[in-house]
């Protein structure tokens, strides 16, 4: 079953891809495209704030009519910013007067600032609704507006690439604060076109601040459709920005580095009259949350979602990634075809929640997201605009859970594990490899050790002539000499494991044991705690071993460092629920003897505080 798109669309647009997916029905007929300042037309940070406020959450910002902006328009493509408060939370954006749809246009954490674009239907009073889930600050910037329009020769979208048009760390250093960078319009664009849709990543930056932009040969107004937080990693905004014939202009007061990539072009008065590239806009509607169907996106996987719109080529949405893996990105693409060189959005780090809009190409099979890290996946669906969709042509890829691939490198301290075997059958989740030795240092030579009688290899060292490539890491070691100042050894293993190709690295934090380096080793667990996912070390996981193993007698011998065979079970069995944890699979054994075993296993830190201490390991593992 399939809606039509024709002249005026009033007709239900079908989504496909699931029987239980509600119609997606169009709000308003196809519409052509106008370019719009950039204009800021609200901000509640003002005491004018230039939008009505509802309710405590709600605010209602009118968009046709204000300056510049014409009366009878159907859609406006805004840049919505968020300013958080204390609390993490999303903003929705629908039009004026209508039930607020279950979908977000925006997430922001505690205190961040965020900012999203998105093609917003219009309500009957030239207005759009903005809820925010909690107490927080909203900037309204518009770009430009559809009216309504059967056919059209300015304003109609038209597909391009997507296509790197500038990245500015192939030309030199970074950019200065307040820099301006001008990019020409690509060849195949004409030099009336009235906008270019673009995305933009900003990185690199040593400070937080914003991009702005807007046709080149015109002074850039105090708008924005990007931030970055100052950390250096990539964050991306897609948006709509009108152009001159010189092309486009963008201003970063942060500096760094910019990367522009282009998804499209609208039309001017030079081409010809058509029905394609006209914008739909429908209800917003959810198509893909993957974490309530349990399809995530793995690493080097692929999500198609097929879609059955007749007269669609592209789709408009907002994409969301969530719980990412680690730091990666998501490409979105038309289904069957070739994955572009290009990103849709950036993940700075695990776990985190970032949202940025999109215009997809549609194939005959649908969309796909491509996600290089892996993450679960919400998509929203704002519109479409009209035409024909590209041929798919190749099979869809696959999207299997990975097995990591995990080194654990310890001292003495791990040396149990090589002793009592049978730990191992904890491991079955994962392939591994373990390399203990008596006397091992972090960086500098050890001792000779009295079993031995050689000086064994450093934790570094033994990372570095591992045979192989790893995903996973685990170091539990350090308790033979403690390192003042710490951070360069954690450096020096940090670098060694991403050599490997490590996307994780967990590191134990020091039990409680009765060296006389024990304040030295507190002072690194709280380093290690410190430093753990910080943008320069995303992939460092501080296991908290000192409170996961206190109070547990049996585990060790007299020095509270070395293992006894219940330690050996406890720390085989605290190493892959761990790696289970950080790779969204299920744990070795359930937490209690005859339990249910969770499809994603909880951090065994948590899980230990949740249920007042670890789990019955003899009963669980029978030893």
């Given at each position: ?75 406006a ?99 200065a ?76 007061s ?18 010809p ?35 059955t719109?007749?007269?669609a ?23 069957g075809?070739?994955?572009p ?36 996946l ?38 149990a ?34 079993y ?100 547990q ?38 937490w ?32």
């Amino acid at each position: 079953m399939a809606g039509v798109l024709a002249g005026v669309l009033s007709a239900a647009i079908v989504v496909g891809f699931a029987p239980s997916t509600p119609l997606v029905v169009a709000v308003g007929g196809s519409s052509a495209f106008a370019p719009v300042g950039p204009i800021r037309l609200a901000d509640t940070r003002d005491a004018d704030c230039g939008c009505q406020r509802l309710d405590a959450n709600t605010i209602r910002v009118t968009i046709g009519g204000r300056v510049g902006v014409p009366t009878a328009i159907t859609a406006a493509a805004v840049t919505i910013t968020a300013v958080g408060g204390g609390r993490a939370g999303f903003v929705s954006v629908y039009p004026s007067g209508a039930a607020r749809p279950a979908t977000s246009v925006v997430n922001v954490a505690p205190g961040a600032v965020a900012a999203n674009s998105t093609i917003a239907a219009i309500g009957g009073d030239g207005a759009i609704d903005v809820f925010v889930s909690v107490d927080m600050e909203i900037v309204v910037d518009v770009t430009g507006v559809f009216a309504a329009a059967n056919s059209a020769s300015a304003g109609r979208f038209v597909a391009l690439g997507p296509a790197r048009l500038l990245d500015t760390r192939e030309q030199g250093p970074s950019l200065a604060s307040g820099a301006t960078v001008t990019v020409a319009l690509p060849s195949a664009v004409p030099a009336d076109a009235t906008a270019l849709a673009v995305n933009v990543t900003g990185l690199d930056q040593s400070l937080p601040g914003f991009v702005s932009g807007g046709p080149a040969g015109v002074p850039i107004a105090l708008t924005s459709f990007l931030n970055v937080d100052g950390t250096g990693r990539p964050r991306a905004a897609a948006v709509i920005l009108p152009v001159s014939a010189a092309g486009l202009t963008l201003v970063t007061s942060a500096g760094g580095h910019l990367v522009i990539d282009v998804v499209g072009w609208f039309t001017g008065a030079s081409s010809p009259n058509s029905g394609d590239g006209l914008f739909v806009p429908v209800n917003p509607t959810r198509l893909v949350d993957t974490r309530t169907d349990n399809s995530r996106i793995w690493r080097t996987g692929e999500r198609e979602v097929p879609i059955t719109i007749t007269g669609a080529a592209a789709l408009v949405t907002n994409v969301t990634l969530d719980r990412t893996d680690g730091a990666g990105f998501v490409t979105a693409h038309a289904a069957g075809t070739e994955i572009p060189a290009t990103s849709t959005l950036n993940a700075p780090g695990r776990d985190s929640t970032i949202a940025n809009a999109a215009i997809t190409a549609v194939s005959d099979r649908g969309v796909a997201y491509y996600s290089n890290a892996g993450t679960d996946l919400v998509v929203d669906l704002t519109g479409i605009f009209t035409g024909s969709p590209v041929a798919a042509t190749l099979p869809a890829r696959p999207n299997v859970m990975p097995t990591d691939r995990v080194l654990m490198v310890g001292d003495s301290t791990l040396g149990a594990l090589d002793v009592v075997t049978r730990t191992r059958e904890a491991f079955a989740g994962f392939n591994w490899s373990l390399d203990t030795a008596n006397c091992r240092r972090v960086v500098d030579q050890g001792c000779t050790s009295d079993y031995t009688k050689v000086a064994p290899s450093t934790v570094v060292d033994a990372i570095a002539t591992a045979p192989g490539a790893f995903d996973v890491v685990v170091i539990k070691a350090g308790y033979n000499n403690p390192l003042n100042p710490f951070v360069p050894g954690v450096d020096a293993v940090i670098a060694a494991a991403r050599a490997k190709g490590a996307r994780t690295v967990i590191w134990f934090t020091f039990s409680d044991s009765d060296t006389a380096y024990i304040g030295l080793l507190e002072q690194q667990n709280a380093t290690l705690q410190a430093l753990a996912g910080s943008p320069a070390y995303p992939e460092l996981v501080a296991a908290d071993w000192h409170d996961y193993s206190l109070g547990q007698t049996s585990w060790f011998v007299a020095d509270r460092r070395h293992l006894t065979v219940p330690g050996a079970w406890a720390t085989a069995d605290y190493i892959a629920r761990h790696v289970a944890h950080l790779g969204r699979r299920p744990c070795p054994k359930p937490w209690a003897p005859g339990g249910a075993l969770e499809l994603v296993c909880p951090n065994p830190d948590d899980a230990a505080v949740a249920a007042g201490g670890p789990p019955d390991l003899r009963r669980l593992y029978g030893f």
